[in-house]
């Protein structure tokens, strides 16, 4: 069974990065799309963006070039760093997988982690 | 921005009813491209239905996906107590590369 463990500070002041990783279990990293989606207190979700293999990815235009995304093979993980946070950022931030690398018809989400509280606040 | 809503915003339904959720895209969409998840409180969304259509690992039968084009539903057949959840659709393509509807709250009348 895959699972997903999402870490990292839970308070971020403004104007600083906010640095996750996801930790992934049951399965290896290779050769699936690996995401970070984002839900804001009593809103819906926002998909941030994707890394797969090689360390290609691929984001949200609405975060202005604030995502980086890096991929960690030989430990499993992934992680996320999103620059110049304001309250805006403030938000429970999932690592989802997503489809096969190759794969056509895998567009959808089938394993989660079970989210990480991020408060920006000075 | 390929745009995703959901109907109704609320659904007030008794256990054992049935419940048909709305989500229509802004542009057309391809069958394969739309999922469905539930979320509870408190919880990470679960995968529901992909492919417009088809189950994920170990969801039930009650639920069904159906749809074409720009209109898709969920279909709960008869509410169980745990189905009372919010139910977000998702669609893949454009840009971003994927975007959620605001979600239909399922909520106990």
């Known amino acids: 069974q895959v699972q997903l463990q999402e870490s990292g500070p839970g308070l971020v002041k403004p104007s600083e990065t906010l640095s996750l990783t996801c930790s992934v279990s049951?399965?290896?990293?290779?050769?699936?799309?690996w995401n970070w989606i984002r839900q804001p207190a009593g809103k819906g979700l926002e998909w941030i963006g994707r890394?797969?293999?090689?360390?290609?990815?691929t984001d949200n235009p609405a975060l202005k070039g604030r995502v980086t995304m890096s991929l960690d093979p030989s430990n499993n993980l992934f992680s996320l760093h999103l620059s110049s946070v304001a309250a805006a950022d403030t938000a429970v931030y999932y690592c989802?997988?997503?489809?096969?690398?190759?794969?056509?018809?895998?567009?959808?989400?089938?394993?989660w982690g079970q989210g990480a509280l991020v408060s920006v606040s000075s | 921005e390929i745009v995703l809503t959901q109907s109704p915003g609320t659904l007030s339904l008794s256990p054992g009813e049935r419940a048909t959720l709305s989500c229509r895209a802004s542009?057309?969409?391809?069958?394969?491209?739309v999922a469905w998840y539930q979320q509870k409180p408190g919880q990470a969304p679960r995968l529901l239905i992909y492919?417009?259509?088809s189950r994920a690992t170990g969801v039930p039968d009650r639920f069904s996906g159906s749809g074409s084009g720009t209109d898709f539903a969920l279909t709960i057949s008869r509410l169980e107590p745990e189905d009372f959840a919010v139910y977000y659709c998702q669609q893949y393509g454009g840009s971003p590369l994927f975007t959620f509807g605001p979600g239909t709250k399922v909520d106990i009348k």
């Open positions: 492919g417009a259509s």
């Open positions: 989802a997988r997503g489809g096969i690398v190759g794969a056509p018809g895998l567009y959808y989400f089938d394993y």
């Open positions: 049951g399965g290896s990293i290779s050769n699936y799309f």
């Open positions: 542009q057309s969409l391809s069958n394969s491209y």
């Open positions: 890394i797969y293999a090689g360390g290609r990815t």
